[in-house]
T-cell receptor, first 116, second 113 residues
């Protein structure tokens, strides 16, 4: 079974530029998550989708971050314009069941973003 | 609100020694608890999870963790460390009705030969 795919793996941009990350979850997984992991910290949830609807985006900086999950499959996360503090690893995860709290989340390898 | 505290950002043990990584949680309702491992330049991989079925949970690679409600703890242990265990370990909590995971800050485990 293929895992969660993410691209690109690395990205370097200058502040005020825009950037987009792509995620393809495990086939059949209804729930998709985007996490931000700043160096030395644990991942922090940015947004959670169930199929193509948003469940939780309470920690997404909506003035600069946006995300979509068209057709309930793959997803893109965009930052525009980027700030220095956005330098982090962006992790995508997916899980099979809807609304099951103990469901295992499967993580992709992440996209490492450096904003100069 | 849920929170997780991992005691010790960096733990170093000798190969063959006991591994003990500490995790304490704060939750207003009975939680679900997870331990994930992250190897360099990789995503997180589930080691084990507590879902109220049994307080002693066995996971992959010889790891286990014990849920202690009275101590609000979920410490991770392994009897004998192996060089391949060197990685970052994250404890996480979720609550009934919320799939959102709240992670601790992580503990970097180093194994000395």
């Amino acid at each position: 079974e293929a895992g969660v795919a993410q691209s690109p793996r690395y990205k370097i941009i200058e502040k005020r530029q825009s950037v987009a990350f792509w995620c393809n979850p495990i086939s059949g997984h209804a729930t998709l998550y985007w996490y931000q992991q700043i160096l030395g910290q644990g991942p922090k949830l940015l947004i959670q989708f169930q199929n193509n609807g948003v469940v939780d985006d309470s920690q997404l900086p909506k003035d600069r971050f946006s995300a979509e999950r068209l057709k309930g499959v793959d997803s893109t996360l965009k930052i525009q314009p980027a700030k220095l503090e956005d330098s982090a690893v962006y992790l995508c995860a997916s899980s099979f069941e809807l609304g099951i709290s103990q469901e295992t989340q499967y993580f992709g390898p992440g996209t490492r973003l450096l904003v100069l | 609100a849920q929170s997780v505290t991992q005691l010790g950002s960096h733990v170093s043990v000798s190969e063959g020694a006991l591994v003990l990584l500490r995790c304490n949680y704060s939750s207003s309702v009975p939680p679900y608890l997870f331990w994930y491992v992250q190897y360099p330049n990789q995503g997180l991989q589930l080691l084990l999870k507590y879902t109220s079925a049994a307080t002693l949970v066995k996971g992959i690679n010889g790891f286990e963790a014990e849920f202690k409600k009275s101590e609000t703890s979920f410490h991770l242990t392994k009897p004998s460390a192996h060089m391949s265990d060197a990685a970052e370990y994250f404890c996480a909590v979720s609550e009934l009705g919320a799939q959102k995971l709240v992670f601790g800050q992580g503990t970097r485990l180093t194994i000395n030969p």
